[in-house]
């Protein structure tokens, strides 16, 4: 019973009834326009009758002219804010660019020929009905000729079934309103909102900016990172020396100053690429920077064993994520194993670039292969460029290995492929 009666007192109803109202306000221009079109036709032709083929092609100069006015982006802003605000539909967000594209334009044209069409006949009908409502409920009183009134001729009503109509055609007035508004409700979505050409290029924009913003994670996380991870060992270490060896003190409170304008550079970098400042200092540090990164390392009291090949063929790309990767790799050591020996192998075999990092770990620790955020990131790194790694402790020792194709790389079979197939796997 809630059901039924609901229509008829919900504040929702009389919204989409002002919704249909605007479309019979905007078909009435065009019909004036449609009306004075055919008189000039007529006077034209010196007739007044129409074959069926003529009233047809007035019907489609009728809607191209009304369908017209929806290709301006203006227009689908306003169906957009009407269809939100009287019909209660929440529309997803659109770009400006789905807003003035063609998919757009003409799907606005169908929502727009509807409101004038079926929305402004369904208006109307408030137009006439609800005097003929009013002019029912009078007629026992004033005994009103209410077929004259309306058909041109006598047609009396007895005031029982006079109001008995009237007390019929209000209800079905507003129930007709709530039914064509819900109708248009639906299609909002469809016809006002994002196409779905649109909404995959809109998904294809957020992957591109969530790949990016992972980039500048993982490069904030390995650069700053080691940064501190290096200025909080000489810190502890000079503090400790400062009066028996002030020299060594001397020469970590430099590194310390060196250490820490890098990580302010790359700092600056990752900061400029969020604002979207074109003119941020871009420093892109490749395997050819790695002498400086070991001299960082090497100044913390780490003994780093690097047996770097040629590299001067690598991939930029290539180059600067591997770079990332035995920054990485170096930080891990600094803060896991202290103090120890890192051995650091590095050279390009056949068509992939292969690193390997070794360094001893104290006692029998539980195994990190899971890793934490720098080797989650060092993993994306070789994901994306289609190259498999591996960590884990390995005899004592904690062992990172990089695979990574140094030739472009067509989404097919990667280097863990390759090495199954030659395995026989």
Known sequence: MRSVVRPLVSVVTYRRWTFLLGGTALLVPYLLIYAAFASVMDSYRQQT???????????????????AVAFLPAVRVLCRTAAETLLGVALPHETPEGLRSWRSRRRTAVWWLLHIGFGGSAGFTVVVGVPAVIYLLEAPFTEHDLGRRFLGRPLTFEPVWSVTLALVVLPAIVYLGAGVGALFARLAPILLGPSPADRLARLERQAEQLMERNRLARDLHDSVGHALTVTTLQAAAAARLLDTDPEFARRALTAIEETGRTALEDLDHVLGLLREDVSAKTPQRTLADLGGLFGQTRSAGVEVDARIGPVE?????????????VQEGLTNALRHAGKVRVTVRLAVTGSR??????????????????????????RERVTILGGRMSAGIDDGRWRVFVAIPVVPWSGGETPADDDNRRAGV
Not at 49 to 67: C, K, N, P, R
Not at 313 to 325: C, F, K, L
């Open 49 to 67: 009758t129409h074959s069926l083929f003529e009233g047809l092609s007035m019907l489609f100069a009728f809607m191209v002219i009304s369908g």
């Open 353 to 378: 670039l292969e690193l390997e990092m070794v360094n001893p770990v104290a006692g029998a620790g539980p195994a990190r292969a899971g890793g934490g955020r720098g080797l989650r990131g060092v």
């Open 313 to 325: 063929e690598v991939p930029p790309v290539v180059s600067r994520e591997a770079y990332r990767i």
